[in-house]
């Protein structure tokens, strides 16, 4: 138990649904972040959000939105994905400033 | 954030001690040295982390060089368990600089 729940843990979609990544810890945390990990391939980081304000977008395509509502709570809005979207994605929070993070166990996103 | 460097994969024995190098030459007098680990299949999990001194917690220990330069991460008596991916990376907190991780190193415990 790592403090940081995620849901769903796996999800099928398909190229024209709408879905929502959910992510929740109750840490005390005030950053959160998204990451995306592809077979083979090292964790990308995709949105950084301190203290509720969106401070990182590393060039992700519009088609996935991040929402940061309050400190302890992220989505990730998924719309008209790619079959090389198919991957795990990964939330975390940490305190701002910390490199010690915890992580969720992820959602497996498979895009049909 | 300064680069690391990790060997590809690395095999220990169970109940021997997992030495694991990580090389960090340019890494600037504000960044730590953070180790995460990866099981598989799900997210990284946090180890320890270090700036100047030796450290060690409950999961390991650090050992960084006089000079920064590198450091081992030290998994006293591994098991099975410990099998994963690990990860080096060099973070500035001051700059509140990204979690970047790279391809870090894939430890296999065998028996």
């Known amino acids: 138990e790592t403090g940081v729940t995620q849901t769903p843990r796996h999800l099928v979609m398909g190229m024209t649904n709408k879905k929502s990544l959910k992510c929740e810890q109750h840490l005390g945390h005030n950053a959160m972040y998204w990451y995306k990990q592809s077979a083979k391939k090292p964790l990308e980081l995709m949105f950084v959000y301190s203290l509720e304000e969106r401070v990182e977008n590393n060039s992700v395509p519009s088609r996935f939105s991040p929402e940061c509502p309050n400190s302890s709570h992220l989505f990730l809005h998924l719309h008209t994905l790619q079959p090389e979207d198919s991957a795990l994605y990964l939330c975390?929070?940490?305190?701002?400033?910390?490199?010690?993070?915890?992580f969720g166990s992820g959602t497996r996103l498979t895009v049909v | 954030d300064a680069k690391t460097t990790q060997p590809t994969s690395m095999d220990c024995a169970e109940g021997r001690a997992a030495n694991l190098p990580c090389n960090h030459s340019t890494i600037s007098g504000n960044e730590y040295v953070y180790w995460y680990r990866q099981i598989h299949s799900q997210g990284p999990q946090y180890i320890i982390h270090?700036?100047?001194n030796n450290e060690t917690n409950e999961m390991a220990s650090l050992i960084i060089t006089e000079d920064r330069k590198s450091s081992t991460l030290i998994l006293p008596h591994a098991t099975l368990r410990d099998t994963a991916v690990y990860y080096c990376i060099a973070f500035d907190t001051g700059t509140a600089s990204k979690l970047t991780f790279g391809t870090g190193t894939r430890l296999q415990v065998t028996l």
């Open positions: 270090g700036l100047k």
């Open positions: 975390a929070s940490s305190q701002q400033r910390s490199g010690a993070a915890n």
